[in-house]
Each structure stands twice: as C-alpha cells, then as structure tokens.
C-alpha cells in the first residue's frame, strides 16, 4: 500500500503562484508515475501533469509554459508549482501515483482558489 498526503493549496490572485506537494509513504520503491489531476465544480476530473520514473513529463494544454512538475530525489515526493493563475485554474487538486503493476491511488485532494 502507499499512502499520499497533499499540501500546499490556498487562495491566490491571478497572476499569483502556489506549490503543491505531495508526500508518498509505504511501499514507495513500487511508485511509477506521479501525477497531479484536478476537478472543478460540475467537471470532470482532468490530468494536469504527470512525471514518470524516467522523469518524463506530460502537461495538459492549458497548463503548459505555467506549471512545472517534479519530484525529489527519492522520487517519494511530486511538487506541482503553478505560475501564472487563472481563474479557470480553480479547482480541487488531486495527486496521483502508479505502480509498477498498474495499481493507483489517490490523495485526499487540495482547494487551489485563484480569485480577486
């Protein structure tokens, strides 16, 4: 099993920034992909970005030239920095990881507000 714990959410101004982290623990040496999904009221929840073992990554559309994925060095960590906010950035952000044998999980989910 691996259990995920996410922070890093908040209220901010467009144009503003937030980073997210989350914080992978248990059976870590199974982890494959880390990736950050996120859901707005009434949507359906969407990839945002997503980094593999080998480091590659993989961004929404909307998202690119914004946000930055990575991950420590012990890859048990994915941060999300979001520059650049925009309102339809507002959402509840989820993390997720992969295992090597396809299993996943979830986080609890962090609010990200960008509002005036």
């Known amino acids: 099993h691996v259990q995920l714990v996410e922070s890093g959410g908040g209220l901010v101004q467009p144009g503003g920034s937030l980073r997210l982290s989350c914080a992978a623990s248990?059976?870590?040496?199974?982890?494959?992909?880390m990736g950050w999904y996120r859901q707005a009221p009434g949507e359906q929840r969407e990839l945002v970005a997503s980094?593999?073992?080998?480091?590659?990554?993989n961004y929404a559309d909307s998202v690119k030239g914004r946000f930055t994925i990575s991950r420590d060095n012990a890859k048990t960590t994915v941060y999300l920095q979001m520059n650049s906010l925009k309102p339809e950035d507002t959402a509840i952000y989820y993390c997720?990881?992969?295992?090597?044998?396809?299993?996943?999980?979830w986080g609890q989910g962090t609010q990200v507000t960008v509002s005036s």
């Open positions: 997720k990881i992969t295992q090597f044998n396809f299993r996943t999980y």
């Open positions: 980094i593999t073992s080998g480091d590659k990554t």
């Open positions: 248990g059976n870590v040496a199974s982890i494959s992909t």
